[in-house]
């Protein structure tokens, strides 16, 4: 009879596994590592939200200014209106002096939203300009004559509508007659002229009563209006005096003081620098100052 030890050792080979078991390396550990790390790492990983903060940090928008961006004019250079009027001449020189205009502009300091300046001036010696006014009223009517006399370029009701409609129309400003403006809004040209600003309103001052006063008075005034923080008009023909550009700007400035104290309780508005350039000069920041020790003389500036 076999021992009972080697009873017990061929017992034991009997139910020994097919297979042999497996021997965890160091390679295999830094394999499960980096497993757990790619894991950890995936979209719902703490690493994963640590990193998609910083990124969506990165993203975020600067804010836009809510006011028109001004500069500091302690070092910017700045002129008194005679020295500025000889340096625009110097420009201007060669070109005849009816196809030259001085112009204003104006820089405000004021919010990007909110209500803007619009009007119209007189000024005391006025800008020749080629403006082209349509009148709006019945035909068979002293308005008609009075509107041809005093310079209107296209008067009328339905003349002006069909032009209107077929987009064939030439002029810049629109005035309407308060007996005009039912036939005005039955015409539908709302569509058309309101885009470009011409349709005439209340509000704006084109519907009227008397047109021949308005057609008078803006041929002999100027109108402006605020874009982008700037006001800009026509001050002055290349002919004018200094003296006559004195009393145009300063005609101006003080009816701009007037507007912005209108609408003070809506939007705060400042005048932030003063600028005189024309039609082919740059512009030169006015100090506020008539002349300078070294300017020319009033005489000499009053001559082409």
């Known amino acids: ?10 017992f034991g080979r009997i139910i020994q596994p097919a297979f042999p078991t497996l021997r965890t390396s160091p390679l295999s550990h830094s394999i499960l590592a980096l497993q757990h790390i790619r894991a950890a ?29 001004q500069y500091d004019l302690k070092d910017a250079q700045q002129f008194s209106l005679c020295d500025a009027m000889r340096y625009i001449r110097a420009f201007e020189v060669g070109r005849p002096p009816k196809s030259s205009k001085y112009e204003v502009h104006i820089r405000l300091r004021s919010a990007k939203d909110g209500p803007v300046i ?5 000024l005391p010696h006025p800008v020749k300009t080629d403006l082209r006014i349509c009148v709006i009223c019945p035909p068979d009517s002293n308005h008609y004559d009075a509107a041809k006399r005093n310079g209107a370029i296209l008067v009328g009701e339905d003349e002006v509508f069909d032009l209107v409609l077929a987009k064939k129309f030439e002029f810049d400003r629109c005035i309407c007659h308060a007996d005009s403006v039912s036939r005005l809004n039955k015409a539908g040209l709302g569509k058309i002229l309101g885009p470009r600003g011409l349709m005439p309103s209340v509000k704006l001052g084109t519907v009227v009563q008397d047109v021949g006063a308005t057609v008078k008075e803006m041929l002999a ?5 605020e874009r982008m923080g700037v006001v800009r008009m ?10 006559e550009m004195q ?10 003081k007037k507007d912005m104290a209108i609408i003070s309780d809506k939007m705060h508005k400042d005048i932030h620098e003063v600028v005189l350039s024309s039609t082919n000069s740059p512009g030169f920041t006015l100090n506020g100052d008539f002349k300078s020790p070294s300017s020319p003389s009033v005489e000499e500036l009053s001559t082409l």
């Open 234 to 243: 026509a001050i002055g023909q290349l002919g004018f005096t200094p003296i």
């Open 118 to 122: 619009r009007n119209r001036i007189q």
């Open 1 to 10: 009879m076999a021992s009972s030890r080697t009873c017990f050792a061929q």
């Open 247 to 256: 009393s145009n700007i300063k005609a101006f400035v003080e009816n701009l």
């Open 41 to 69: 790492s995936g979209p719902g990983g703490a690493n994963a939200q640590k990193y998609k903060k910083k990124d969506s940090s990165k993203k975020k928008k600067k804010k836009s200014k809510s006011t028109f961006t």
């Open 221 to 225: 005034g100027s109108e402006y209006r």
